[in-house]
Nanobody, 117 residues
Framework: QVQLVESGGGVVQPGGTLRLSCTAS????????MAWFRQVSGKQRELVAT??????TYYPPSFRGRFTISRDNAYTTYLQINSLTPEDTAVYYC????????????WGQGTPVTVSS
């Protein structure tokens, strides 16, 4: 079972930028899709972005523009969030995804992001 450790969250003021990291216990080069999700308190976890090992990225419509996913195809997947708003306050998670959208591994602890002045 691959372990995924998210980091980089914290408390940030509106308008700020964060870069989140997801480090896997195994090399992710062969993993077709690596994705970031977020869960706002009281709501379901939702997909934020996916990075495929062919260089293609996908963002659901709600996350286009301020979110940028990247992966080093070694061990780490990143998510940069620009122009943060209080609505971005959530716990952010990463996971490997399959072509049917299903996630592969157990969820990690996530990294909490709080946007507040």
């Amino acid at each position: 079972q691959v372990q995924l450790v998210e980091s980089g969250g914290g408390v940030v003021q509106p308008g700020g930028t964060l870069r989140l990291s997801c480090t896997a216990s195994e090399n992710i080069r062969s993993f077709w899709g690596m994705a970031w999700f977020r869960q706002v308190s009281g709501k379901q976890r939702e997909l934020v972005a996916t990075a495929y090992n062919n260089g293609v990225t996908y963002y659901p419509p709600s996350f286009r523009g301020r979110f940028t996913i990247s992966r080093d195809n070694a061990y780490t997947t990143y998510l940069q969030i620009n122009s943060l708003t209080p609505e971005d306050t959530a716990v952010y998670y990463c996971n490997r995804v399959l072509d049917n959208g299903n996630t592969v591994y157990a969820w990690g602890q996530g990294t909490p992001v709080t946007v507040s002045s």
